[in-house]
């Protein structure tokens, strides 16, 4: 199977993993790229899907119930509201790292390597410490993001530049990509929060999110 | 006048559910899909009060056919099917009036799109999709149909659904800010 057609039987059916598409991506790292960017765009379209533009609610009945049917829809419309907020925090915090990195656009412009004694104080006041050279962070701010201060990084990587921000006060229940504002994202779990890291255009970024789960040492006595 | 003889399933629903009438049950498997159907004919009709007479009409549609439904498990897709028929019906009438919706969310989404790339621009491309790629997308995400049974629906062939589906979700990267695929979908071919 040709990487054209590959492209083409992933862009049809992101979730699809027939015997002999799989076969071509074990050995194709760019198709194998292709089609987690396009499960993340297909999830969400499936989130988009799931409320039309401008939907209002509850369909017109005509039954002699609908009173009661119509208090219940509002009802179900609110529990769906309040279950949409409690369940899918992450989704909040997806936009707020987002809206976080495009106010400080100039962050990805950085190409310096910063220096080490900076990056640690940087980490030490969110009780933190990296496994891997200093060597490729190019920006190491401490940010102050969701009333705490936080590590922003940007790492350069061989995919361009990719912000790591390191929440210790946001807990999420699992892993979770996000596309918003032209840049991708994915969040991950920490033992003591979580991580967030994300790039512009549609950037891969499961390997590294993982990778940073392994890199980022939570110091037990912080905070 | 349309539909004179066969009864609404919505009207009588609740005289059938307080008595031992097997129709019960139907009238009860269809009102629990309603919802499912509106999202659907509102993503194709692109119109909440269209959508609302397309599930009306399609529901009294299924009530007429009911019997032909053998196998409750299949009733989903069935209904689907019949609610994306009705909106093709009306789709033939109103042509005219939705070459102007198109260009409505034409105005909304490209303003929307400049300012943010969230689930709102998302949705608004989705609408602003051509029939043609928005259909089968529909079909396969919300419908959970595979691609043999699109083709089916559409009477394309099985590439022209692969080719449509790629195009749309190419479409929509584009408009998330992701590069787009070089388009090497072969030419559609109806069967």
């Known amino acids: 199977m040709s990487c054209e057609h590959t492209r083409l039987q992933i862009g049809a059916d992101p979730a699809g993993s027939a015997a002999e598409l799989e076969e071509h991506l074990r050995g194709c790292a760019a198709c194998r790229e292709f089609r987690e960017e396009m499960r993340t765009l297909d999830a969400n379209i499936r989130r988009a899907l799931e409320r039309p533009p401008e939907w209002a609610g509850a369909p017109r009945l005509t039954a002699p119930w609908r009173p009661w049917a119509l208090a219940a829809s509002v009802l179900l419309a609110m529990l769906a509201v309040l279950s949409v907020w409690l369940l899918r925090p992450s989704d909040t915090l997806a936009h707020e790292v987002v809206a976080h990195v495009r106010e400080e656009p100039d962050s990805w412009l950085a190409r310096q390597q910063v220096d080490a004694h900076s990056i640690d104080e940087v980490l030490r006041g969110a009780g933190v410490k990296l496994d891997f050279t200093s060597d490729r962070i190019s920006y190491a701010q401490s940010c102050w993001f969701q009333d705490h201060y936080v590590p922003h990084l940007v790492v350069q990587t061989a995919q361009g530049p990719v912000t790591v921000m390191i929440l210790r006060n946001q807990r999420v229940s699992g892993r979770r990509s996000f596309h918003e504002s032209g840049m991708t994202g994915v969040i991950v779990p920490a033992p003591q929060g979580s991580i967030a890291v994300l790039a512009r255009g549609g950037v891969n970024l499961q390997t590294f999110a993982t990778q940073m789960q392994q890199d980022v040492r939570w110091l037990p006595d912080a905070q | ?191």
Not at chain 2, 26 to 47: I, K, Y
Not at chain 2, 78 to 103: F, M, N, Q
Request: charged residues 30%; proline residues 5%; aromatic residues 6%.
């Open chain 2, 1 to 191: 006048m349309r539909n004179p003889q066969p009864e609404s399933p919505v009207s009588s629903i609740s005289e059938r559910l307080s008595g031992a009438d097997p129709r019960a049950s139907m009238t009860q498997l269809f009102e629990s899909m309603r919802p499912d159907l509106l999202r659907f004919a509102h993503w194709l009709a692109r119109d909440r009060s269209l959508a609302e007479d397309i599930v009306q009409e399609s529901l009294l549609r299924a009530w007429r056919s009911r019997d032909t439904l053998k196998d409750r498990g299949a009733a989903r897709a069935w209904l689907l099917t019949i609610v994306r028929r009705e909106h093709a019906r009306l789709y033939e009438r109103k042509r005219l009036e939705l070459v102007s919706l198109d260009e409505a969310l034409d105005t909304q989404a490209a303003e929307k799109a400049a300012s943010d790339g969230d689930l709102f621009t998302l949705r608004h491309a989705i609408m602003r999709l051509p029939i043609e790629y928005r259909e089968p997308l529909l079909l396969q995400i919300l419908g959970g149909f595979s691609t043999e049974e699109i083709a089916r629906e559409l009477t394309l062939s099985s590439t022209a659904v692969l080719t449509r589906l790629f195009r749309a979700r190419n479409k929509l990267r584009a408009i998330c800010g992701m590069t787009p695929a070089p388009d090497v979908s072969a030419s559609e071919a109806t069967p």
